[in-house]
């Protein structure tokens, strides 16, 4: 029976400007058949070199399956982002314009990594002041209208709201203890 050596690599997805030039190796997982499902997670595997059969060969498949099995996920990404509701362009004058209570916006768009890393903070800054504030996020690729309506330039960038009316923005990814100082201002005591 012929075999190859596959050697497995951990291949970091390229910016979505930049276009993508597939190495070798993934050319190859690909050839194979490895990649049938986008990958969630890390991977290890405990081996760093892997017998597979050759191709077309009667045990391709069982050694698919071993590959598949024998990784560990080390770190699996959670969808933070379902934790707080969208906005939409629809939506906004019902839940922004005419709410009484403070609102807090997240503009944000899928592609950018800044903006994954504000999600976690504000789904958590919805629990801490719910009922005293509401939060929302807008994804900006969807509604490029109402991100240029607010002077949004740069994402993440969060507005507070009070009586339908633009109060604070703060850019960037910003530390949590900066998001509490600005909702402070605004919540009534």
């Known amino acids: 029976m012929a075999t190859r050596v596959l050697d497995l690599v951990i291949c970091a997805s390229p910016r979505p400007s930049l276009p993508a030039r597939p190495s070798s190796a993934l050319l190859l997982r690909q050839e194979l058949g490895f990649l049938t499902k986008p990958a969630v997670g890390l991977r290890i595997s405990r081996t760093h070199r892997r017998v597979v059969p050759a191709v077309g060969s009667s045990s391709e498949a069982a050694a698919k399956e071993r590959i598949a ?9 959670q969808d933070p982002a379902t934790e707080v509701p969208d906005v939409t362009k629809e939506t906004w004058q019902s839940l922004v314009t005419e709410c009484a209570k403070p609102v807090l916006i997240e503009f ?12 976690p903070m504000i789904a958590k800054l919805a629990k801490t002041y719910e009922g005293k504030l509401d939060c929302f996020k807008l994804n900006t690729d969807e509604c490029p209208d109402l991100a ?10 969060i507005i507070m709201f009070k ?9 960037g990814a910003v530390p949590e203890s900066t998001l509490v100082t600005c909702i402070e201002k605004f919540l009534e005591r």
């Open 69 to 77: 099995r024998r990784g560990t996920v080390v770190c699996e990404v």
């Open 148 to 157: 240029s309506q607010y002077g949004v330039k740069s994402i993440p960038t």
């Open 163 to 171: 009586n339908g009316e633009k109060k604070d923005a703060v850019i």
């Open 108 to 119: 944000w768009a899928p592609w950018c990594g800044p903006c994954r890393v504000a999600h």
